[in-house]
Each structure stands twice: as C-alpha cells, then as structure tokens.
C-alpha cells in the first residue's frame, strides 16, 4: 500500500498525494509549498501538507479520496 499525503492548496481544497514532490529539499531551499494540479478546481497550485490533527474524519475522508494526478515542481 502506498503512503499518502494529505495536502491542501492556496484555496483551501484538501486532497491527497503518494508522493509530495522535492520534500528531500528541505524548507530553507524552496519554502513549504509545492506547487501540484489540484483535483477540486483544476488548476495548478502552491499546496502544503494539510495537519490532519485538526481535520475531522468526514474531511479526512474526503481528502482520501480526492488524488492529485500529476505533480511539476
């Protein structure tokens, strides 16, 4: 099973990834965006991974279920 992550773009749509690309980089290097094709509005956007802590389990879910499909930087 792969591990996924749960991000959330610059307009607060909440989806999930398998991968979140150029995390190997570090925050000083390039900051705690990446910017990925959100599934909710189409568009490619700055997104950082989403603190589940403070999700509830309907947008938990919801978040599963939507997949980013293509990443760029």
Do not use: W, Y
């Amino acid at each position: 099973m792969e591990q996924r992550t749960v991000v959330r773009c610059a307009d607060g749509h909440l989806f999930s990834t398998t991968k979140f690309p150029m995390q190997n980089l570090g925050t000083a290097r390039l900051g705690p965006g990446r910017l990925i094709r959100c599934p909710k509005c189409g568009r490619l956007r700055s997104s950082v991974r989403a603190d589940v802590s403070e999700l509830s389990g309907a947008q938990l879910a919801r978040a599963l279920q939507l997949e980013a499909a293509e990443f760029l930087a």
